[in-house]
């Protein structure tokens, strides 16, 4: 079931042979790795090593993962693609997204807008008639409400997207 979802996020969404390569991991880990809560990361991160020889840890107490492509490949693109993958493949409807600064959350924010001209899920048919709710630092309150609404859609897709240097800030009381 994963390879139709692979084919056709990475057809959509025009994905370049790094990101196909990336998308195509990320489907494989889903395969073999408990998505689940309990999930155990002991067992999780030897599943991972008998496929993938150059994992080492996961470095927290839970499932993580990193890919590194090279500067202009196209991650915030491939960030579209493994929440589409993610969405579509696994059912997980909540994402977090955390931007290093400003610049980048900002155009996290303008890039996961659609209408824009590099919206991220431009070709996923999923998300064109049911948007993904995007929840910023400055929507926080109003989004937190909106999904208390009684006829809430366990089908909505939430996005996240969240400033280190805005929560370092709050966190100094600043």
Avoid: W
Wanted: charged share 20%; aromatic share 10%; glycine share 6%.
């Amino acid at each position: 079931m994963g390879i139709l979802h692979i084919n056709a996020i990475s057809n959509r969404l025009s994905l370049r042979p790094p990101q196909r390569d990336s998308l195509e991991i990320l489907g494989r880990v889903c395969e073999i790795v408990s998505l689940a809560k309990d999930a155990d990361p002991a067992a999780a991160i030897e599943a991972i090593k008998s496929e993938y020889a150059t994992v080492e840890d996961f470095e927290r107490e839970f499932p993580s993962l990193c890919f590194a492509l090279a500067t202009g490949v196209g991650k915030t693109r491939l960030m579209g693609a493994f929440i589409s993958y993610l969405y579509l493949a696994e059912h997980i409807r909540n994402f977090f997204v955390l931007a290093p600064n400003l610049t980048i959350y900002n155009k996290l924010i303008a890039d996961f807008t659609p209408n824009t001209p590099k919206y991220v899920f431009r070709g996923i048919g999923e998300f064109t008639t049911n948007p993904p709710m995007l929840i910023t630092g400055d929507t926080y309150e109003q989004a937190a409400s909106a999904r208390g609404q009684l006829f809430d859609n366990p089908d909505d897709c939430h996005i996240n997207i969240f400033n280190i240097s805005k929560i370092n800030s709050e966190v100094r009381g600043g």
